[in-house]
């Protein structure tokens, strides 16, 4: 049998651990202190909920479960590998959110403020910061079309990032609207826009040549795409800008007082930029989407956008919905890797006894537990390199009965 997990999902130290449990502790403390409340779904949907969620890409990421017994005996004998499957795992938090709101929303006040702090799973090409199983930490606000809304959110994580000393980012903001009014009058068709973005969304990594290129394989107009690399020719744009290049610009107005109230909010005390080559992958938004990006360490660090379409596909009714996630294991593998220390973490002591001591020297863990995090282990045959393992695992001193007369520090 194999002791390595599966390829793209990982084991976890018991000091590693800790770090991921304090990130998520600290980001979940912000939310809750902010009037958000936690819920929780199955990492399980049905196939069809997953397959209609217009998720872009993440679409032929899904990790499908196959039917079970005769039902997998029946799709085997019809000879159609889409009857194989009626299950699969999330590929984010969203689409679940969206269900568990349609199904629940009579228990539920309007607006709803609610956490997910979760695992998800995409059936990725694993590589360095991309792992098929991973944690999402999303707040999201549903039953309100009030840009306030996206004030908030974007207050709320900054304050968590800052709360973790993330402290040098920016946050990129845009609306789809915009993006595709200006797709628009470039010259693309309305049906074929969700498909023109999630190229669009690719502008960073691979440069303009590389979206025409693209755009050129899905067989778009000619003229559609010379008009557009012109208009990318005159970046960066601005919000000014937009009523030049849009046939409708006014979501420009209210991306302008989203960023015009979180500056006021929070005293500038953050960069907010209008960037309209911020697409976001998920075909699912339908307005403002938005990004943080840290300026010490190159990349994304959070996410999210609005996404008012998503809850009525399940009632048949449109519910305005917004929420930002922040990328967990991209926050956990910069402190990670920075040598980030836990702040006011209690010490972590080994208490070493005689297998006859034990009651005596569960006593003296209990009084040591009142300054230190204390575990007892029966007295090993070589002490040294016992205690020189627990070391390694994060314990800065031990107590042995018998023979101590106070806590030994480890060195």
Same mark, same amino acid.
């Given at each position: ?117 979760? =695992? ?5 090409? @694993? ?102 690399? =012109?208009?990318?020719?005159?970046? @960066? ?82 519910? @305005? ?58 007295? @090993? =045959? ?30």
């Amino acid at each position: 049998m194999k002791t390595n997990a599966v390829k793209g999902m990982n084991d976890y130290l018991p000091l590693e651990v800790e770090l991921r449990d304090y990130i998520q502790s600290v980001i979940l403390r912000v939310y809750e202190k902010n009037g958000f409340n936690r819920i929780m779904t199955p990492a399980v949907e049905d196939a069809e909920n997953l397959d209609k969620s217009e998720g872009g890409d993440n679409l032929n990421l899904i990790f499908k479960i196959m039917k079970r017994g005769d039902k997998l005996e029946k799709a085997l004998a019809s000879g159609d590998e889409k009857e194989l499957s009626d299950l699969g795992l999330r590929y984010d938090l969203t689409l679940p959110l969206s269900r568990y709101y349609a199904g629940h929303r009579e228990l539920l006040p309007t607006p709803m403020k609610c956490i997910q702090i979760d =695992k998800v799973y995409r059936a990725e090409r @694993p590589q360095k910061g991309r792992d098929r199983e991973f944690v999402q930490c999303d707040i999201d606000i549903l039953g309100s079309e009030s840009p306030n809304c996206e004030a908030e959110l974007i207050c709320v994580t900054a304050e968590a990032l800052k709360a973790l000393s993330l402290n040098n980012f920016k946050i990129k903001i845009n609306d789809r609207r915009l993006l595709k009014s200006m797709l628009l009058k470039c010259g693309f068709e309305p049906g074929q826009l969700d498909s023109v973005c999630i190229s669009f969304d690719k502008l960073d990594k691979i440069g303009a040549e590389g979206v025409s290129v693209e755009l050129k394989e899905k067989e778009f107009a000619d003229s559609a795409i010379e008009n557009l690399i =012109k208009v990318l020719e005159r970046r @960066p744009f601005t919000l000014d800008m937009m009523s030049e290049l849009c046939e409708d610009a006014s979501a420009a107005d209210n991306l302008k007082y989203i960023i015009d109230t979180v500056k006021a909010a929070t005293g500038d005390s953050f960069e907010v930029e209008f960037d309209i080559s911020l697409v976001r992958g998920q075909g699912y938004y339908t307005g403002t989407v938005f990004e943080v990006e840290s300026t010490d360490f190159r990349g994304a660090i959070s996410g999210g956008g609005r996404y008012d379409n998503l809850i009525g596909k399940f009632i048949g009714q449109s519910v @305005p919905a917004v929420g930002f996630s922040i990328g967990f294991e991209r926050i956990y593998s910069i402190l990670k890797e920075s040598g980030f220390k836990i702040p006011e973490k209690r010490k972590k002591i080994a208490v070493l006894y005689a297998p006859e001591e034990f009651v005596s020297a569960r006593a003296k863990a209990e009084e040591l537990r009142k300054e230190y995090d204390v575990s007892m282990f029966e007295n @090993p =045959k070589k002490t040294g390199k016992f205690l020189n393992k627990l070391q390694e695992n994060g314990y800065s001193g031990f107590y042995i009965m018998g023979q101590s007369e106070e806590v030994n520090e480890l060195k």
